[in-house]
């Protein structure tokens, strides 16, 4: 944008022009965001980003020009402006941070047994019960397939019984049948380890 535009810009801006604000926010955010973010540290910005201070500071901006009457010379004084109300930004939203900043510690640095376990199985786990659950459908009749999904989904006995209309201990009977079959079921060999004829 050349300086002649800019000027008739700060007039629209003067007169309380919305889109003359969208556009000054347009021209000057990719610098401001780029003075502030050669000033953030890592451990700030885990807290706020550069967008948050610029667009903060358009919005004290827009204000500024409709309530206050604010007005400049030239598009000089006004990215000056910008600059320095931005850089008080910054400070005042360090200042903010600056307890916890100083008290927070990355995970990192704690010693790994000491660190939250999660309660999520491993993705090796996720496989093995995928592949369990595929052989007991394979190993098990169709018509005891609900019987296996209910059993997964948690329900009680007495409530597997109610539902398929069998004894208790008739379900107790086929799960130990399928568990039985389970422990003697061998995979066939993988492909790679199958011996040549």
């Given amino acids: 944008m050349t300086g002649e535009s800019l000027n008739r810009l700060l007039e629209n801006l003067s007169t309380g022009d919305v889109q003359a604000a969208e556009q000054v926010f347009v021209t000057y955010e990719p610098y401001l965001r780029k003075v502030v973010r050669r000033q953030l540290t890592s451990r700030l910005r885990a807290k706020f980003d550069s967008v948050d201070v610029v667009q903060s500071v358009m919005a004290d901006v827009v204000r500024g020009f409709r309530k206050a009457g604010w007005r400049f010379p030239d598009q000089h004084h006004l990215k000056a402006?910008?600059?320095?109300?931005?850089?008080?930004?910054?400070?005042?939203?360090?200042?903010?941070?600056?307890?916890?900043?100083?008290?927070?510690?990355?995970?990192?640095?704690?010693?790994?047994?000491?660190?939250?376990?999660?309660?999520?199985?491993?993705?090796?786990?996720?496989?093995?019960?995928?592949?369990?659950?595929?052989?007991?459908?394979a190993l098990c009749p169709s018509e005891y397939h609900d019987l296996l999904w209910m059993k997964r989904r948690g329900f009680a006995l007495d409530q597997i019984a109610q539902r398929t209309?069998?004894?208790?201990?008739?379900?107790?009977?086929?799960?130990?049948?399928?568990?039985?079959?389970?422990?003697?079921h061998k995979d066939p060999p993988a492909a790679d380890t199958m011996p040549d004829m």
């Fill in 81 to 137: 402006f910008l600059l320095k109300i931005t850089r008080n930004r910054l400070v005042d939203r360090c200042r903010q941070h600056q307890t916890a900043i100083k008290r927070e510690e990355p995970l990192e640095k704690n010693e790994p047994d000491l660190q939250p376990m999660s309660c999520l199985p491993a993705p090796s786990q996720v496989v093995q019960a995928k592949d369990l659950w595929e052989k007991m459908l």
């Fill in 165 to 184: 209309g069998l004894h208790e201990d008739s379900i107790r009977r086929i799960l130990r049948n399928l568990a039985r079959q389970l422990a003697f």
